[in-house]
């Protein structure tokens, strides 16, 4: 069997398919990861074994033009722009996806929706089985959660009926990414789809995240198959200068902001915070270039590192509520300060207060009273001892699980 594993994303979209594109090529199956082109991709994915067939294009670049074109743009501007962003993607993705899945029987698709159609195009253009995966169950459609908000077409206010939102949110995918995918469409001839979420959901929904820290309630919207986060195990040391600085003293808080914006001003507010409590921090610098703020010896800088190897050793995590980082930290037993900005951060950070295994911060601009106060709160006795609890919880084999599961599900007729 040939599986082309999809995504167009940030390193939480590529890391976890190096880990299911390993697990399956460890049952025998030809797998390989169409991902943006980046190099840190490529590394990540040549360390994991699994071959990368690159994207349309590299994508920080990419996602730093489109975060500044919408920075200052009204909510009907941005929608604007999400179509025509979605136009794009899909029609450059359908490019790169037709030349990645040559010779394969299946496309398991993850990341940008517009990606994904791309990928259900590819596999239903060349007969191919398709799958949609997702590491969150808020995009899901349950009567348990409401939709994702997009600029443009907000939610109606007091509105509680999550069945009801649901249906409005087929016609707030339409009208966003319908005719970028229709269009594509009919340049293939094909006719035009009413419904374009359901199309790109598919019939079955691979949910790519740890039960204990997102757990599926059985929805009768859509049917999903839970099986834990992949993990892809990593046996790298740490760097030399950071493993003098963690034995030099008590244990450092961690900074990091991944790729998402907020960084930049986020930095000094997070320093700050930590230095009011008396501890360390270790910075991660992430795609907004985090920096330290003077040349102090409690703050250590670090690019891409080993975080499984890290944060067993921090006193507390603050981040930006991404599903990998969340996933690690809890892992690690370490108490969680998120920061959430997009997606599905809020979600994550509003699991981690509830499973008592960190803070959530009040909204998405921090300062560094508002950092100090949920630090203050992740490091209480009670909120560390539970991290440490639920961290026996969290599953390692969320791959492996879903390599069988997807070689079963798509041996099928």
Request: proline share 5%; hydrophobic share 45%.
């Given at each position: 069997m040939r599986i082309l594993l999809s995504t167009y994303g940030s390193r939480g979209d590529v890391e976890p398919l190096a880990a299911l594109g390993a697990a399956l090529r460890a049952l025998g199956v030809e797998a390989r990861v169409s991902a943006p082109g980046d190099e840190e991709f490529a590394s990540l994915l040549a360390r994991a074994g699994v071959p990368l067939v690159p994207a349309f294009a590299p994508v920080r670049e990419w996602a730093k033009e489109m975060i500044n074109r919408s920075r200052s743009a009204s909510p009907d501007d941005r929608a604007r722009l999400i179509s025509s962003q979605a136009t794009e993607i899909v029609a450059r993705q359908y490019e790169a996806l037709t030349a990645a899945a040559g010779g394969c029987d299946a496309v398991v698709a993850f990341g940008l929706f517009p990606s994904c159609a791309a990928a259900r195009l590819v596999a239903?253009?060349?007969?191919?089985?398709y799958m949609l995966g997702t590491f969150c169950p808020v995009w899901l459609p349950s009567p348990h959660n409401r939709p994702h908000e997009y600029p443009g077409h907000p939610l109606p206010p007091g509105i509680t009926d999550n069945r009801l939102l649901w249906q409005m949110d087929i016609r707030t995918k339409n009208a966003l990414f319908g005719e970028a995918i229709n269009g594509h469409r009919a340049s293939l001839r094909l006719t035009p789809v009413q419904n374009v979420r359901d199309y790109v959901y598919g019939d079955t929904v691979l949910l790519a995240c740890d039960p204990t820290l997102g757990p599926w309630l059985p929805s009768d919207l859509i049917d999903a198959v839970q099986t834990g986060a992949f993990i892809l195990p990593d046996q790298r040391p740490l760097p030399d200068g950071l493993e003098a600085f963690l034995d030099a003293g008590p244990p450092p808080v961690y900074v990091g902001f991944g790729s998402i914006a907020v960084a930049r001003e986020a930095g000094q507010a997070a320093i700050e915070a930590v230095r009011a409590k008396g501890l360390r921090a270790v910075v991660?610098?992430?795609w907004a270039e985090l920096g330290l703020i003077d040349d102090r010896s409690d703050c250590f800088a670090v690019g891409e590192v080993n975080?499984?190897?890290?944060?067993?050793?921090?006193?507390?995590?603050?981040?930006?509520?991404?599903?990998?980082t969340t996933a690690a930290a809890a892992?690690?037993?370490?108490?969680?300060?998120?920061?959430?900005?997009?997606?599905?951060?809020?979600?994550?950070?509003?699991?981690?207060?509830?499973?008592?295994?960190?803070?959530?911060?009040?909204?998405?601009?921090?300062?560094?009273?508002?950092?100090?106060?949920?630090?203050?709160?992740?490091l209480t006795p009670a909120v560390r001892t539970r991290a440490r609890e639920v961290a026996g919880e969290i599953r390692a084999d969320g791959a492996e699980r879903a390599a069988k599961w997807l070689i079963e599900a798509l041996s099928r007729p």
């Open positions: 239903e253009q060349h007969g191919m089985r991660a610098r992430g975080q499984q190897a890290l944060f067993g050793r921090v006193a507390a995590a603050m981040h930006h509520g991404g599903a990998g892992r690690a037993g370490a108490a969680q300060v998120i920061v959430p900005q997009i997606g599905d951060q809020p979600y994550w950070a509003k699991r981690a207060s509830e499973l008592g295994i960190g803070a959530a911060h009040d909204g998405p601009v921090p300062s560094a009273d508002s950092l100090s106060a949920a630090l203050g709160i992740a």
